[in-house]
């Protein structure tokens, strides 16, 4: 074996040890030593120069960064997961002809939509999906992030939250409580504009709590200026403090009569 290779080899065996025994720090500094390493490989992306270990080195490179970006997810760290991401990429995409499909890939291609989607970056998640074939549809990991994408548009964010608990990969966790937050959120913000209280139960239903505890914290962490007595949550305080504001009916329709006399005029 080429002596780069084999220390490259020798460092993710260190590092895949490491991972397994959740040393992520040790993870973190062997990753960057790594990097460093495969930036001597002119087979790798974006040269692709042919070489007579192009293979090998293909295949191991596009290993470390599928490890790289479930450390990214482990770590909870979102820029490193789009650049590691964004470096993994051209090995599914400009590879099909040299080295044989990863296994990976499929669920890191849906892991990537399900993160556009709790970044809110719905165009992008579009342009992700195009560029995938049809056959990738009936994967259950890209499947799933297209239903949940479906979801949140047509706001059945109850299917949202639902689907947490039939998360096709371990590693969607992560995001799935990120857009479990969010929508919770969206639902809180909407329950204290249109009630001004709500039964416990009532509330869990809609949050889609599991205990009266579960409730309480997220009440304490998120929306302090809510109160939980007599058996309900009261929201008058968040009413008191985001007072709506009136629309300025009466001085819209004058504005808008002017502008219609002043096109009058012109015509």
């Not at 020798?10 to 959740?22: S, T, W």
């Not at 997810?73 to 490193?80: G, N, R, T």
């Not at 995001?175 to 249109?194: P, Q, W, Y």
């Not at 007595?229 to 985001?242: I, L, N, S």
């Amino acid at each position: 074996m080429d002596p780069q290779l084999r220390e490259v080899a020798q460092l993710f065996e260190r590092f895949k040890a490491a991972f397994a025994r959740n040393d992520f720090n040790t993870c973190t500094t062997l990753l960057t030593q790594i990097k460093v390493l495969l930036t001597k490989f002119p087979s790798l992306p974006p040269s692709f120069q042919p070489t007579p270990n192009a293979s090998e080195e293909l295949t191991i490179a596009r290993q470390i960064y599928e490890h790289a970006v479930v450390l990214s997810v482990k770590i909870e760290d979102q820029e490193a997961f789009e650049r590691d991401f964004s470096q993994l990429k051209p090995y599914y995409t400009d590879t099909c002809n040299i080295i044989p499909p990863s296994s990976e890939e499929y669920p890191i291609l849906g892991l990537n939509l399900l993160r556009l989607l709790v970044q809110n970056r719905i165009a992008e998640f579009h342009t992700e999906l195009e560029l995938l074939p049809p056959s990738a549809l009936e994967n259950p990991c890209i499947k799933h992030a297209v239903e949940l994408e479906q979801s949140f548009m047509e706001g059945a964010y109850n299917r949202v939250l639902s689907a947490r608990q039939a998360v096709p990969h371990e590693t969607y966790v992560y995001f799935m409580d990120l857009l479990a937050k969010t929508v919770r959120d969206e639902i809180a913000g909407c329950s204290e504009k249109a009630y001004d209280y709500l039964t416990i139960n009532d509330a869990k239903k809609m949050l889609m709590f599991s205990s009266d505890q579960e409730l309480s914290q997220y009440i304490s962490e998120d929306h302090p200026e809510w109160e939980m007595r007599d058996g309900c949550v009261f929201f008058q305080k968040a009413k008191e403090t985001q007072p709506c504001k009136e629309i300025p009916s009466l001085q819209l329709i004058n504005q808008t009569l002017s502008y219609a006399r002043e096109l009058e005029r012109i015509v």
